[in-house]
C-alpha cells in the first residue's frame, strides 16, 4: 500500500512510496495534521545515492512495528535535501549546533509550528557505540512531549532564538583586495598536505573551487607557488582512486588522505566542476593528462548521467549488487586479481595489477581493490594500458548498475553547462558545446516554463513543485554566460540577465546581503542564508561571480554594485577560512583583475575567437560575432569595426582599452594574465 510519496517526481521521496511508514512530503497540511492530533513531526531529511539513508530505511522505516509506533505518536515528513535546501539548510544548522556535527540521514523532531527540539542523524536499530536505539528515541521523545511539554516548548523556542540570532548583516566593508587574497593564499598553503595533495586529512573532498582560485591567482600575479598546489592536487586526485580509470569521472570524496579509496557515489556537481578545473589547468599548463581528465569527465557525464530530455542527472549511488546479489558499496567498481585473471588472462592481470594498484590483499574490502594509478610501475606502455583498460571497461559494463537519482536540479545543470561549453570549446568537441545548449534548451523549456521564475528540480521533463533558490540563479545564470561567451549566441546572455535580475529583485537585503530564498518564498523558522561554498559554490558566491560577469558584458551599474557588494563576505571570510569560499576567493581575483572584456569582430569559432577563450586572464568575458546585427546580441561589440577587412580583437578593463588587434598572437598577449 503506497503512501503519500507516490504521487511525488523525487527519486528520494519514491524510495518511500511503499514504506509501512504513513509517510508526508512536506508541507503546511502536514504540520496541520500534527496539530489536529496534538503530535510532533518527525522530519527526516536524505538524498537518493546516500548510503546511509538507504540503511536506515531498510532497518528501520521498512520495519512493520517501528512503523506502527511511528505512525501512531507522529506525523512522519520525508524531505529530499536536493529538491529543498532551505529546509535543509535551516534544521542542519540547527542540528550542528546543537550535537558539533551534521550530516544525512538527519533526523529532526519538530512542534506543529515547525520548531526542532531533539536532532540526530542516523540511528540505528539496536542500541550500539553509545547511540540509543531509533525506537528508544522515539519512546523518549514521545514520553517527554506527553510528560514535559513546557519543557520541549522551551528548548524549541529557545533553538529558534539562537538561530534568529545569526542572521548575517553583511560580510564585511568594502570588496576583498591584495591583502585579503594573500593572507587566504598563506592559509591554504597552511592547511596544504605536501605529501598527497589537496588540503586538510581525512575524509578528503575534491577542493575544485580552491584551485579554480589558486589557478586565476597563478594567471593574475605569476605565483607559482599556487599553481603548484593546484597542479600537483590535480595530479594527485587523477591517479588516485577517487577518480575511476576506467569509465572517467569522480567519486564524492575520499575516505583517507592518499585519494585511494572513495565513497563511491558520483555527482553531476562534482563531476561538472572538475572537469571545468581540469580543462582550466590544461589552459594554464598545456598538461595532456588534464586534457584527459576534463574530456573523460565531459564524456563520462554525457554517457552515464544525461537524460532523455536532454538534462543531466544528478547522481549514481554508491551501492549496486554484488556476484551474490547483495547490495554493497562500490560492488560495481572494484577488482580483485581474480577478477582480472578472469577478463585478462595470466600475463595482462599481471600487468594490469601492478598498472592499476590491484593488489592480493586489496585496497578496499574483502581482498578487492580500487583502481589506481600508483605511478611507481617504471614506464608503461601506453598501447597496451588503452588495451587493458578497454576490455575491463567491458566487463565491469556487465555488471548490474548503481542506481541514478534522475531528477534534473537547475544549479548543477547550470554548473555542468559551463564545464561542457568550455571543454568543448577548449578541444574542438562541438559535440560537447551541443550537449550543454540542450541542457539549457530544458532549463528555459521546462524550469522557467511559463512562471518565469526558475524551478529548483524537473524529472522525465516535468517541473518539480519547488521554487529555485539562489543558488539556481547564480550557478545557471554562470552556465549561460559561459555557453554565450563559447556560441556567440546573445539569447544566452539575455536569459542570464533575466535571471540576474531576479536576483537584484527577490534575494538581495540591505548593504548587499544575499539570502538563499526569494522575498516570497515559503517562511520557515529562519531565513537561510549561507556564504560558504561547500560541495558548490554557495548561492551567494554564485551570484556574485554571475553578477561581475554579467555587468563585464553589458556595462550595468547596478550588477557590478551588486556584485561588489556581496563580495563583502569573502572580504570577511576568505583569510578566514579560505578552503570554504574558494569560488568567492575565484571571483574576488576576477573582480582584482578588471574582469577584462574582450570583443572579437569575426566569426566565432575563428582563431581570434578561439585565442579569447584560451586567454587566462580570471573572469575574463568574451563577445564574438561578425555584421551590423553582432551589437544587437552583445553590447560589447558595438562600435567595433573590422581593421582592414580583418577580424579584429578588442580588450578593456577598467574603462580603458588597448589598441584593437588582428594578431592572435598579440591577443594571446594581452590575456595571459
Not at 71 to 90: G, I, L, Q, S
Not at 369 to 378: E, K, Q
Not at 419 to 431: K, Q, S, V
Not at 618 to 637: D, K, N, R, Y
Request: charged letters at 25%; aromatic letters at 8%; one cysteine or more.
Amino acid at each position: 500500500m503506497a503512501n503519500r510519496l507516490a504521487q511525488t517526481t523525487s527519486p528520494y521521496l519514491l524510495q518511500h512510496a511503499d514504506n509501512p511508514v504513513d509517510w508526508w512530503p512536506w508541507s503546511p497540511e502536514a504540520f496541520e495534521e500534527a496539530r489536529k492530533r496534538d503530535v510532533p513531526v518527525l522530519l527526516s531529511v536524505g538524498y537518493a545515492s546516500c548510503h546511509w539513508c538507504h540503511v536506515m530505511a531498510h532497518e528501520s522505516f521498512e520495519d512493520d512495528d517501528t512503523a506502527a509506533y511511528l505512525n501512531a505518536h507522529f506525523v512522519p515528513v520525508k524531505v529530499d535535501r536536493e529538491e529543498r535546501p532551505d529546509v535543509d539548510a535551516v534544521y542542519m544548522e540547527a542540528v550542528q549546533a546543537a550535537t558539533g556535527h551534521g550530516g544525512w540521514p538527519m533526523t529532526v523532531f519538530l512542534t506543529p509550528d515547525a520548531e526542532p527540539f531533539y536532532f540526530g542523524t542516523y540511528f540505528p536499530p539496536e542500541p550500539r557505540h553509545g547511540s540509543p536505539s531509533f525506537q528508544q528515541v522515539l519512546e523518549g521523545v514521545t514520553t517527554a512531549w506527553t510528560d514535559r511539554r513546557d519543557e520541549v516548548a522551551e528548548v524549541a523556542g529557545r533553538i529558534v532564538a539562537d538561530l534568529a540570532g545569526r542572521s548575517l548583516v553583511h560580510g564585511g566593508d568594502g570588496v576583498p583586495g591584495e591583502s585579503e587574497v594573500a593572507q587566504a593564499l598563506l592559509g591554504l598553503t597552511r592547511e596544504y598536505d605536501e605529501q598527497h595533495g589537496g588540503f586538510g586529512g581525512a575524509p578528503k573532498f575534491p577542493p575544485a573551487m580552491v584551485v579554480e582560485f589558486l589557478l586565476r591567482h597563478y594567471a593574475r600575479t605569476g605565483a607559482e607557488g599556487a599553481l603548484q598546489m593546484a597542479a600537483d592536487t590535480c595530479t594527485a586526485m587523477a591517479r588516485g582512486g577517487i577518480y575511476d580509470q576506467l569509465g572517467g569521472g569522480f567519486a564524492r570524496y575520499s575516505v583517507d588522505r592518499e585519494w585511494i579509496v572513495p565513497h563511491f557515489e558520483k555527482m553531476l556537481y562534482d563531476n561538472a566542476l572538475l572537469c571545468r578545473v581540469y580543462a582550466h589547468l590544461w589552459r594554464a599548463t598545456g598538461s595532456d593528462e588534464a586534457r584527459r581528465i576534463a574530456l573523460e569527465t565531459a564524456d563520462f557525464m554525457v554517457r552515464e548521467l544525461r537524460t532523455a530530455e536532454g538534462g543531466f542527472a544528478s547522481a549514481l549511488d554508491a551501492d549496486s549488487e554484488d556476484a551474490e546479489g547483495k547490495h554493497v558499496e562500490g560492488a560495481f567498481y572494484v577488482w580483485t586479481p581474480e577478477q582480472l585473471r578472469e577478463v585478462l588472462g595470466e600475463d595482462d592481470a599481471a600487468f594490469a595489477a601492478a598498472c592499476f594498484g590491484v593488489t592480493e590483499e586489496g585496497t578496499f574490502e574483502e581482498g578487492a581493490s580500487v583502481l589506481r594509478l600508483p605511478g611507481d610501475t617504471g614506464p608503461v606502455d601506453a598501447a597496451r594500458v588503452a588495451g587493458v583498460r578497454a576490455r575491463l571497461l567491458a566487463a565491469r559494463d556487465e555488471r548490474p548498475h548503481p542506481g541514478r537519482d534522475d531528477k534534473v536540479v537547475a544549479a548543477w545543470n547550470g554548473l555542468a553547462i559551463a564545464a561542457l561549453a568550455e571543454t568543448g570549446a577548449f578541444f574542438d568537441r562541438p559535440d560537447l558545446v551541443e550537449r550543454a545548449t540542450e541542457a539549457a534548451d530544458l532549463l528555459v523549456r521546462v524550469h522557467l516554463g511559463e512562471v518565469a521564475r526558475l524551478t529548483r528540480t524537473s524529472k522525465d521533463g516535468r517541473a518539480g513543485d519547488n521554487a529555485g533558490v539562489l543558488e539556481d540563479y547564480g550557478d545557471v545564470a554562470e552556465g549561460f554566460l559561459a555557453l554565450a561567451a563559447v556560441t556567440g549566441e546573445g539569447a544566452w546572455l539575455e536569459f542570464a540577465g533575466f535571471l540576474l535580475d531576479i536576483v537584484l529583485e527577490q534575494f538581495t537585503g540591505e548593504g548587499g546581503q544575499l539570502y538563499d530564498t526569494a522575498h516570497d518564498a515559503e517562511q520557515l523558522i529562519r531565513r537561510p542564508q549561507d556564504p560558504t561554498d561547500s560541495a558548490t559554490p554557495s548561492g551567494w558566491t554564485a551570484a556574485a561571480g554571475a553578477l561581475l560577469s554579467y555587468a563585464a558584458y553589458t556595462g550595468s551599474e547596478a550588477h557590478r554594485t551588486a556584485a561588489e557588494g556581496a563580495l563583502g563576505v569573502v572580504k570577511a571570510l576568505g583569510p578566514r577560512v579560505p578552503r570554504f569560499v574558494g569560488w568567492g576567493l575565484a571571483v574576488a581575483e576576477a573582480l582584482l583583475d578588471g574582469p577584462r572584456e574582450v570583443a572579437v569582430a569575426g566569426p566565432v569559432g575563428g582563431e581570434l575567437h578561439r585565442t579569447a577563450l584560451l586567454g587566462r586572464a580570471p573572469g575574463a568575458v568574451v563577445a564574438a560575432g561578425e555584421g551590423p546585427g553582432a551589437g544587437a546580441e552583445f553590447p560589447l561589440l558595438v562600435d567595433r569595426p573590422l581593421v582592414g577587412g580583418e577580424p579584429t580583437a578588442y580588450v578593456c578593463r577598467h574603462f580603458v582599452c588597448d589598441a584593437p588587434t588582428t594578431d592572435a598572437g598579440e591577443l594571446a598577449g594581452k590575456l595571459g594574465g
